[in-house]
T-cell receptor
């Protein structure tokens, strides 16, 4: 049973560029959440997708956008990259969008902005 | 406002010592959930435990135990007879339940880096 997968593993971009990160949820899961983890910090919630809709958003600018596909996979897009966007981006999946549900995390995508 | 505080940034112990990781949370909700996750160097967060706000029973799983006290808003994690493989960053997290509008957003603490030396 495959867990949560993310691609790519690492990515290097320059300021002003755009990036797309991808996530495939664990089998049977229908909800995907995205988190940003800066070095030495705890993960920060970006947004969550359920039934192909953004259900809640954290304190992130509109440069961060996402999408969920009918097969429940998801993309995170970041436009006009800033140096401060350098971080580990984690995807988590769960069954349903309840606060009770255990979220399973992927290995993350390490984004470096130069 | 919701907040999770892990005051211990780094802890270093020698193998076989017991170690307790502290977690203090803030929330105005009466229904909420508390979690502990482990993050090894590979980066993937590994779920350890979930507790809901109505269940204050302590829990033990092998060498791991958790102490939940609503009176002090704390959810501490103890590793007994630590091992080198326990070395990792440990995160405490909070999720609130807003009924139909709930989305399962996790609010994480800053994490505690545990180093277990042989």
């Amino acid at each position: 049973d495959a867990g949560v997968t993310q691609s790519p593993t690492h990515l290097i971009k320059t300021r002003g560029q755009q990036v797309t990160l991808r996530c495939s949820p664990k089998s049977g899961h229908d909800t995907v959440s995205w988190y940003q983890q800066a070095l030495g910090q705890g993960p920060q919630f970006i947004f969550q997708y359920y039934e192909e809709e953004e259900r809640q958003r954290g304190n992130f600018p509109d440069r961060f956008s996402g999408h969920q596909f009918p097969n429940y996979s998801s993309e995170l897009n970041v436009n006009a990259l800033l140096l401060g966007d350098s971080a580990l981006y984690l995807c988590a999946s769960s069954i349903g969008a309840s606060g009770y549900n255990e979220q399973f995390f992927g290995p993350g995508t390490r984004l470096t902005v130069l | 406002a919701q907040k999770v505080t892990q005051a211990q940034t780094e802890i270093s112990v020698v193998e076989k010592e017991d170690v307790t990781l502290d977690c203090v949370y803030e929330t105005r909700d009466t229904t909420y959930y508390l979690f502990w996750y482990k993050q090894p160097p590979s980066g993937e967060l590994v779920f350890l435990i979930r507790r809901n706000s109505f269940d204050e029973q302590n829990e033990i799983s092998g060498r791991y135990s958790w102490n939940f006290q609503k009176s002090t808003s704390s959810f501490n994690f103890t590793i007994t007879a630590s091992q080198v493989v326990d070395s990792a960053v440990y995160f405490c997290a909070l999720s609130e339940d807003h009924g139909s509008g709930n989305t399962g957003k996790l609010i994480f603490g800053q994490g505690t880096t545990l180093q277990v030396k042989p």
